[in-house]
């Protein structure tokens, strides 16, 4: 028998010859060079009062839990009960454009959020009961994230300038709620980036990272009388979607124009060149680019993004593009969400399982689900039900299809495929494809299950094989095939 692994997943490179794999749906890479599954969304809350547009997360200085979820008109807090309560400013509405989405960041135990549309809102965690207006001279902002001592902002408007796309602000030192005029004593200021186009993300920490359309900046603070000074990492290399960003500590992931890159703020690195950048293209609907959603999950070093595919049949993503990161290696699931989120549930006792339901067996989530620990972190999906999911259901059906190889002679001679062996455990079923000549369509057998001792029958008679196991049911680790086949002659 001849073992082909399962491979990393390229289509972006021709089938014949290919040693890794042409489809990877459903699935997941692991750091071990194999596949894991990927699960199916579980709901643990209510439902949201209206589409999410934006989802996160804190902690009080007592390490309670807040999660919060914005809509076009709300912003709303998750309960231990798993319903939503409004904490919109005022009781009133807000008025999120339909290009706009609500971005959060947290300065301290103060949760900030803004949707460009209205003033910049601020919620202090476990202190206040409802959302309220930022501070003083404070624009209306796009996009938000904390460096160092200063809540920033970029994308900005206000009553003086207007909209101002590639501006970046900042607060005063150490205090986001406070006056936001300009002034060298409190170091509040404004930076117009001078190349790059429109502002298209920020990414916080020790450091601050800004996405330009066309540019990457590194944002680096210098004291006064400069505050900040701003350096072109990238030239000519931007961010096409601002969902697209998402950062696990100084590794920061994001989609250009030409493909998938990576930043650590001092340089930038493809991640997806000659893998799949040429395919996501053509996967992706171009006019469905504002409502990705990225999300990191550094328990399991995967980058997510949800998008809406082009073959989409409702308005919302229905598939997820995960990347290894350290494995280096992509996968693509189907699930539909309308945005990632990482969020902590509230604090629970068992006692208060009671006025959450009437009965275990009327439990939103079993026992054993995340959604009864205390301050867990959540890293999954508003869904389409308006529901905060966890991928933690049942493990999605997975396919996976092998590069085309000549089994005879480099091609000169036939082969026949006798028996395939799958090395994974779960429900499998294997089917051949095979054709005589490049220039034919590849015609796909009958899938077929394996005998007792493991191996499925075939007598798959052709020069090229290539070869599709579907995976189901509860399994753990994909690693390969064992193929069996004697060369046949002939030409």
């Not at 290919?18 to 809350?45: F, I, K, M, R």
């Not at 339901?357 to 999906?381: E, F, H």
């Not at 079923?429 to 394996?450: C, E, F, I, K, N």
Request: proline share 3%; aromatic share 10%; net charge negative.
């Amino acid at each position: 028998m001849t073992f082909v692994p399962l491979a990393e997943w390229l289509p972006d490179q021709a089938a014949f010859g290919l040693s890794g794999l042409t489809t990877a749906l459903n699935c997941v890479a692991a750091a071990g060079q194999h596949y894991e599954p990927w699960d199916a969304l579980e709901p643990v809350s209510d439902a949201l009062s209206a589409a999410c547009l934006g989802a996160a997360s804190g902690k009080d200085n007592d390490g309670i839990g807040y999660s919060f979820a914005g809509s076009a008109a709300a912003i709303e807090s998750l309960q231990s009960d798993g319903t939503w309560s409004d904490v919109t400013n005022g009781g009133g509405a807000y008025t999120t454009g339909t290009e706009d989405r609500w971005r959060f960041a947290q300065f301290g135990t103060l949760a900030i959020a803004t949707n460009f549309a209205d003033a910049i809102q601020k919620f202090e965690l476990g202190a206040d009961a409802a959302f309220d207006d930022l501070g003083t001279n404070a624009p209306k902002a796009r996009y938000a994230a904390v460096v160092r001592d200063f809540l920033v902002v970029a994308f900005t408007e206000d009553g003086v300038d207007g909209v101002v796309r590639n501006r970046v602000r900042w607060c005063p030192i150490a205090n986001p709620d406070g006056d936001w005029a300009i002034s060298a004593t409190t170091q509040a200021d404004f930076q117009d980036v001078a190349t790059g186009g429109g502002a298209v993300g920020l990414v916080g920490g020790e450091f601050g990272i800004v996405l330009m359309e066309g540019s990457l900046y590194r944002m680096s603070y210098a004291g006064p009388p400069v505050v900040f000074q701003f350096d072109e990492i990238a030239p000519s290399r931007g961010c096409a979607a601002a969902g697209s960003v998402a950062t696990d500590g100084r590794l920061s992931i994001f989609l250009s124009e030409d493909g998938f890159y990576s930043t650590d703020g001092q340089s930038v690195q493809p991640i997806g060149a000659g893998k799949l950048d040429r395919w996501f293209a053509g996967d992706v609907d171009p006019g469905a680019y504002g409502q990705m959603s990225a999300l990191m999950d550094p328990t399991r070093q995967i980058y997510m993004l949800a998008y809406r595919s082009a073959s989409a049949t409702t308005t919302a993503n229905d598939s997820l593009l995960l990347y290894n990161w350290v494995a280096q290696r992509w996968t693509v699931a189907r699930a539909m969400t309308e945005t990632l989120c990482s969020m902590l549930s509230a604090s629970l006792d068992l006692e208060d399982l009671d006025s959450i339901s009437a009965s275990i067996d009327a439990l939103p989530a079993s026992l054993d689900s995340r959604q009864w620990i205390s301050n867990a972190r959540y890293r999954g999906a508003i869904d389409t039900s308006h529901k905060l999911a966890t991928f933690t259901g049942d493990p999605l059906e997975a396919t996976f299809e092998t590069g085309e190889a000549a089994l005879g002679n480099a091609g000169a001679t036939r082969a026949m495929v006798q028996t395939v062996r799958p090395i994974v455990d779960g429900t499998r079923t294997v089917a051949l494809g095979m054709r005589d000549d490049q220039a034919d369509a590849v015609v796909w057998g009958t899938a077929r299950s394996p005998a007792r001792d493991g191996c499925c029958g075939f007598r798959g008679d052709a020069r090229f094989h290539r070869a599709r196991l579907t995976v189901s049911g509860d399994w753990t680790k994909a690693q390969g095939l064992d193929i069996a086949f004697v060369a046949t002659g002939g030409s």
